[in-house]
């Protein structure tokens, strides 16, 4: 009988990503990376989220690419490389494709194989004169892309969703750097970001009433236990998501209802009742904040579309002219 390839990661892949783990463990306070939300379940539930009542930020984006699409396209120009930072299988991306004139390329990277070449797949057949190159890396590292990508007319980085949210200053300013390099001197950068709100507002989008975001929390752990070997008990650990003011910023954390100790690659961690795990940020930003934050990666914002409740953005941004 055909064996199948395994789809666990190889021996010194796993050690790796364990010892990252533990040493996110070992910190104060305990810290897990939200690259562990989205194994295949975790994807789904956030799928689920995008739905949810109180989760405001896919919708309100894609009523901005509704509405505005046409005028970013005019802004990027014809024979554009749309390089898009994760895969897109999302309406969004399709809304920007379909307004674009004559676009010459289409990028999506991502660091799942198997999450690229489903959505290329999926695109491939809708968009069948556009050249659909798939690279497989972890944006939040350089690469390299395709030479033909480099010739053409303009390269566009595309990052729907308000991900940069995720990072913390330092290294959302280092990507969106990472970006500017890629695009070269005329490219540009489509971004989305959440803005500012009511904290309450933004509590109910990270704790929804049917509890979805809650699981899609804790799921981490799982993914961790099935990946890694742990021993992570899902029913001792509650969900939390809390406004930090002076960081501007939703963090979402898991809290230990109890003493207890959790295995991970031959060590013991110890968790005290009530002690948290921080597992994301989602920063919000003003149009003010973000921008600044782009000007020390060297960008200017050349244009916002907004909602009309100013609840979400998405910019234009291109380098910054010397002076
Ligand atoms: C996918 C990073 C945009 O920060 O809103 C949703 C992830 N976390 N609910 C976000 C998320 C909890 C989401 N991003």
Request: with cysteine.
């Given at each position: 009988?055909?064996?199948h390839?395994?789809?666990?990661?190889?021996?010194?892949t796993?050690?790796?990503?364990?010892?990252?783990?533990?040493?996110?463990?070992?910190?104060?306070?305990?810290?897990?990376?939200?690259?562990?939300?989205?194994?295949?379940?975790?994807?789904?539930?956030?799928?689920?989220?995008?739905?949810?009542?109180?989760?405001?930020?896919?919708?309100t984006?894609?009523?901005?690419?509704?509405g505005?699409?046409?005028?970013?396209?005019?802004?990027?120009?014809?024979?554009?490389?749309?390089?898009?930072?994760?895969?897109?299988?999302?309406?969004?991306?399709?809304?920007?494709?379909?307004?674009?004139?004559?676009?010459?390329?289409?990028?999506?990277?991502?660091?799942?194989?198997?999450?690229?070449?489903?959505?290329?797949?999926?695109?491939?057949?809708?968009?069948?004169?556009?050249?659909?190159?798939?690279?497989?890396?972890d944006?939040?590292?350089?690469?390299?892309?395709?030479?033909?990508?480099?010739?053409?007319?303009?390269?566009?980085?595309?990052?729907?969703?308000?991900?940069?949210?995720?990072?913390?200053?330092?290294?959302?300013?280092?990507?969106?750097?990472?970006?500017?390099?890629?695009?070269?001197?005329?490219?540009?950068?489509?971004?989305?970001?959440?803005?500012?709100?009511?904290?309450?507002?933004?509590?109910?989008?990270?704790?929804?009433?049917?509890?979805?975001?809650?699981?899609?929390?804790?799921?981490?752990?799982?993914?961790?236990?099935?990946?890694l070997?742990?021993?992570?008990?899902?029913?001792?650990?509650?969900?939390?998501?809390?406004?930090?003011?002076?960081?501007?910023?939703?963090?979402?954390?898991?809290?230990?209802?109890?003493?207890?100790?959790?295995?991970?690659?031959?060590?013991?961690?110890?968790f005290?009742?009530?002690?948290?795990?921080?597992?994301?940020?989602?920063?919000?930003?003003?149009?003010?904040?973000?921008?600044?934050?782009?000007?020390?990666?060297?960008?200017?914002?050349?244009?916002?579309?907004?909602?009309?409740?100013?609840?979400?953005?998405?910019?234009?941004?291109?380098?910054?002219?010397?002076?």
């Open positions: 009988m055909a064996k390839p395994s789809t666990a990661p190889a021996k010194s796993e050690d790796t990503l364990t010892n990252d783990v533990l040493e996110g463990l070992k910190k104060e306070p305990k810290e897990l990376s939200p690259v562990w939300f989205y194994d295949e379940l975790g994807s789904f539930l956030f799928d689920n989220i995008c739905e949810l009542p109180e989760y405001y930020i896919t919708r984006e894609l009523q901005i690419m509704h505005h699409a046409v005028e970013m396209a005019h802004h990027i120009g014809p024979e554009a490389a749309v390089i898009e930072f994760g895969s897109g299988t999302s309406l969004k991306t399709r809304l920007l494709l379909d307004r674009l004139e004559s676009p010459l390329a289409y990028v999506p990277v991502d660091i799942s194989r198997e999450h690229l070449f489903t959505a290329a797949g999926a695109l491939a057949k809708d968009y069948p004169n556009l050249h659909i190159v798939p690279v497989c890396a944006f939040t590292q350089s690469f390299e892309l395709p030479q033909f990508i480099r010739a053409a007319q303009r390269r566009i980085v595309y990052f729907p969703g308000s991900t940069l949210g995720n990072f913390a200053r330092p290294q959302a300013r280092e990507l969106l750097a990472r970006m500017r390099e890629l695009v070269g001197a005329n490219g540009a950068i489509l971004i989305g970001i959440d803005l500012r709100k009511d904290p309450s507002i933004l509590e109910r989008a990270y704790d929804d009433s049917a509890g979805v975001t809650a699981e899609f929390n804790l799921n981490a752990l799982r993914h961790v236990n099935r990946e070997g742990a021993d992570f008990d899902l029913d001792a650990f509650d969900h939390l998501a809390v406004w930090v003011e002076d960081q501007s910023r939703i963090e979402m954390h898991l809290v230990s209802k109890r003493d207890q100790v959790v295995h991970l690659g031959g060590e013991k961690v110890r005290g009742q009530g002690e948290h795990l921080r597992t994301e940020y989602c920063h919000k930003y003003t149009l003010e904040s973000f921008s600044e934050l782009a000007a020390t990666a060297g960008l200017a914002v050349k244009r916002v579309w907004m909602d009309p409740n100013k609840q979400f953005s998405v910019q234009l941004l291109e380098p910054a002219r010397l002076q």
